[in-house]
């Protein structure tokens, strides 16, 4: 089924008609299954075609108008959710393509999941069900006004009271402000508050506490409670629907029992107590959050490169000297080779993403066992490819829009807010630079192991192949040979082994291990980086030897393939060359590869975003109408925006008409 909620005529029925491979069968490959196309395609419809969730207009609305808008559809998805007897994966998909981020993100995507992992199974019986009615609203308050990324470095304290089994929850400094929670600001009842907990005179670090902050019965804020929004944020529309929110704690006294008590507890006497497990537990949801991230940036990233590839095919510019027709920008080389590894980024994010769910799912049954071994990789893993991903896909969305020229600049091409609401990503949920020393500090561990034998397994199994990695050559004579998976692999393994390992000795040779570690900082973050560009690409091999069906679905994933994988081996030359994995002349013919690889996809490239299967609705872009009647719609367009509501415009008496009818003062004029 076709993805139109647009007009009547096919503008790009010639494009789709040149595709060489099944469109349907591409849209099981892309979101994973059949049932999974299905349920998707329901959701996004039963959104596209209800009023209440509209949002051509979202750019144009004042904050409070937004921030009102952001509850009603949040209330009205709630209610359509209850109505319609949802299933948990349908209520997470329509909310989704409601596509409008809102206090119930943070409900959903931190709160319940805090208390699902660091809770105890009495204190998930008291909480869970309460969040699940939304009987109470809730926020993951971690970040304060001086400190983020550096968690132990929080300062708000909870202390324990043995006189009144209470925690009394505090902020000493201005600076220990909650500051940015999603949802704290204006919604949010309760809040999972980090905090330094102290008991019998000793700090035991930060730890989890559940914090009623509003009234159940008038949602003022309750004493001892100072609650506000931080204020607007970069872009129209765009992440302002979101309440993100300060708060100050005066000495507020909460139940003891209201600590999050799976990890540690503390007694009735005030006894701190830690269970046998590894305390980096206490970051759980992040990493949770972090593995949802990664499926995101498919699905904005996609978005974008929807747009772009369709407005592509629907602009001409130059090309006749004779007065026929003008070319198709998508014909324009320059602009495929921009273009076209952005689409296969698309589908390379969307199956490492759908790899790191499973990673993660087989950590928690792990865990559940008290297996711990994987932490350390699930934490490198969801950690390098946040980073990775979200930086990319923030590039490619700005991409995008220079790819659209100048109607990409329009709100209506639906990429400003798109690029305005996705950038955070790079910043939230760890900065991608600080979760890039993490990976490298793992990848430095690892070699430092090898030494003494120990095999790395996991994504950096392939480490433990040092004495051939470190030394060998690349033996592509032709540009065909780097279709080889083998070719490939080779020297992407070879790049990130060498870069981890010149890092490991140039560190060695620093007075300390930590002075070396920041000396090498920017050397270590791109040794982070090759070594999840590693895991995408290997990834992306891995999920060719699936069963794929369909009539030349396998082959256009394979092109994609080897484009993303050759395309970052063209853009990160100088890490291949630099470290003696290929030469001058290998890189060249990669390159030449490459350009036999974008006349490829050129015919397909319209099927292949197609398989996105995004309504209009969710796209909400009329550079990226699935008709590709794009003119009229940007004529129409034009036509709503507030200061076409009058011919003569607000201010023209006061500012404009006093101007114009002025007398000549200036004796040179
Ligand atoms: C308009 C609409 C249009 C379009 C819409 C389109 C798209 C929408 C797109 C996106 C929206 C979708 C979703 C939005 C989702 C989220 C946004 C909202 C909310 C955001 C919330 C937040 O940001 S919450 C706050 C997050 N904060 C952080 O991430 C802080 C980062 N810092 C840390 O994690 C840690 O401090 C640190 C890891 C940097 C350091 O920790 P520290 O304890 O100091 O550690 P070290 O000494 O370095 O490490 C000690 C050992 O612990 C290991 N470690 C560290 N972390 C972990 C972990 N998580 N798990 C396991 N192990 C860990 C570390 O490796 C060390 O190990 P050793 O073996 O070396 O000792
Ligand atoms: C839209 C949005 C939503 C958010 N939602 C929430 C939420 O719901 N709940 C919540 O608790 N928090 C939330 N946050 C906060 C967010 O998690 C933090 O902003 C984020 O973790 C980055 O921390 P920071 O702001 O302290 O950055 P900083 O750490 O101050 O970063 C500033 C600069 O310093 C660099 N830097 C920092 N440390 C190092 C280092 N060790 N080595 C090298 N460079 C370094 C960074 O790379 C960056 O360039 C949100 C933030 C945003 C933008």
Same mark, same amino acid.
């Given at each position: ?13 010639? @494009? ?23 349920v998707n395609d329901r959701m996004a419809r039963l959104v596209a075609s209800d009023p209440v969730f509209r949002k051509d207009?979202r750019?144009?609305l004042?904050?409070?108008?937004l921030f009102k808008d952001t509850l009603k559809k949040a209330a009205h998805a709630w209610k359509r959710i209850v109505e319609l007897r949802l299933t948990e994966e349908e209520a997470n998909l329509l909310r989704l393509y409601v596509d409008q981020p809102g206090y119930v993100d943070l409900h959903w995507g931190?709160f319940v ?9 009495? %204190?998930?019986?008291? /909480?869970?069900?309460?969040a699940y009615k939304f009987q109470i609203i809730g926020c ?36 220990? =402000?909650? /500051? /940015?929670?999603g949802g704290?600001?204006k919604a949010s ?30 949602? =003022? ?14 872009? =129209?529309g765009?992440?302002?629907s979101m309440d ?52 995101d940036?498919?699905k ?19 090309? +006749? ?23 296969? +980024? ?75 609401v ?32 120990? %095999? ?17 050559? +690349? ?6 040979? /780097? ?6 692999? @080779?020297?992407? @393994? ?121 309504t209009?609705h969710y796209?909400s ?45 200036? +004796?040179?004029?």
């Amino acid at each position: 089924m076709a993805a139109v909620d647009g007009g009547e005529v096919d503008h790009l029925a010639g @494009e789709r008609a040149t595709a060489h491979f099944d469109v349907d069968a591409m849209k099981v490959a892309w979101a994973g299954s059949r049932h999974a196309v299905e349920v998707n395609d329901r959701m996004a419809r039963l959104v596209a075609s209800d009023p209440v969730f509209r949002k051509d207009t979202r750019t144009m609305l004042s904050r409070k108008e937004l921030f009102k808008d952001t509850l009603k559809k949040a209330a009205h998805a709630w209610k359509r959710i209850v109505e319609l007897r949802l299933t948990e994966e349908e209520a997470n998909l329509l909310r989704l393509y409601v596509d409008q981020p809102g206090y119930v993100d943070l409900h959903w995507g931190m709160f319940v999941p805090a208390i699902k992992g660091q809770g105890t199974e009495e %204190q998930q019986k008291k /909480w869970v069900p309460m969040a699940y009615k939304f009987q109470i609203i809730g926020c993951y308050a971690q970040t304060e006004l001086g400190h983020g990324s550096n968690v132990q470095g929080l300062e708000t304290t909870a202390t324990f009271d043995p006189n009144t089994d209470e925690f009394v929850v505090h902020s000493p400094t201005l600076t220990s =402000s909650k /500051w /940015w929670p999603g949802g704290l600001g204006k919604a949010s009842t309760h809040a999972v508050v980090y905090a330094r907990l102290i008991t019998q005179g000793k700090d035991y670090g930060i730890h989890g506490f559940i914090v009623q902050l509003r009234s159940l019965d008038d949602h =003022s804020p309750l004493p001892g409670i100072t609650l506000g929004d931080i204020g607007g944020k970069f872009g =129209s529309g765009a992440y302002n629907s979101m309440d993100n929110g300060v708060l100050r704690f005066d000495h507020v006294r909460i139940p003891r029992d209201q600590m999050l008590m799976r990890l540690s507890q503390v007694t009735r006497e005030g006894k701190y107590v830690h269970s046998d497990v590894p305390k980096q537990l206490l970051y759980g949801t992040m990493v949770y959050v972090r593995q949802t991230i990664v499926a995101d940036a498919s699905k904005a990233l996609s978005r974008a490169v929807c747009i772009a590839v369709r407005y592509s095919a629907i602009r001409k510019q130059f090309g +006749s000297q004779a007065g026929g027709p003008e070319t198709q920008v998508l014909n324009y080389k320059t602009q495929q080779s921009r273009l076209f590894p952005l689409l296969a +980024s698309a589908y390379a994010y969307r199956f490492v993403g759908e790899w790191l769910k499973w990673l993660y799912t087989d950590v928690m049954q792990k865990l559940e066992a008290k297996d711990y071994s994987t932490l350390p990789e699930a934490h490198a893993c969801t950690a390098g490819l946040k980073s990775v991903t979200t930086s990319a896909t923030a590039d490619a969305i700005e991409e995008c829009r220079k790819l659209c020229g100048g109607h990409g600049y329009l709100n209506s091409s639906g990429l400003p807010e798109l690029f305005a609401v996705y950038v955070p990503a790079c910043t939230y949920e760890g900065d991608n630079v600080v979760l890039l020393l993490q990976v490298a500090r793992f990848l430095m561990k690892t070699v430092s192991q090898l030494a003494s034998g120990k %095999q790395p397994v996991g994504t950096t199994a392939y480490m433990g192949n040092i004495q051939y990695l470190m030394q060998c050559k +690349s033996a592509v004579n032709t540009a065909g040979d /780097w279709l080889n998976p083998a070719a490939i692999k @080779e020297v992407f @393994e070879a790049r990130a082994l060498r870069m981890a390992v010149n890092c490991a000795q140039n560190i060695s040779k620093a007075p300390s291990q930590e002075e070396g570690f920041s000396e090498l900082s920017p050397d270590l973050l791109e040794s982070a980086v090759a070594h999840v560009q590693l895991i995408i690409v290997t990834k992306f091999f891995e999920k060719l030897q699936q069963d794929i069906i369909g009539h030349g679905v396998k082959e256009q994933l394979q092109n994609l393939c080897n484009i993303y994988a050759l395309f970052l081996l063209h853009k990160h030359l100088g890490d291949f060359l630099s470290t003696g994995c290929i030469t001058p002349k290998q890189g060249a013919l990669a390159n030449e590869q490459l350009g036999r690889l974008y006349a490829q996809v050129r015919p397909n490239a319209v099927a292949l975003v197609d398989a996105f299967d995004y309504t209009d609705h969710y796209l909400s872009s009329v550079l990226g109408r699935y008709d590709g009647d794009v003119y009229p719609a940007l004529y129409a367009e034009a036509w709503k925006d507030p200061l076409n509501e009058t011919v003569i415009p607000d201010g023209y008496q006061e500012h404009l008409r006093p101007l114009l009818k002025q007398q000549l003062k200036f +004796s040179r004029l």
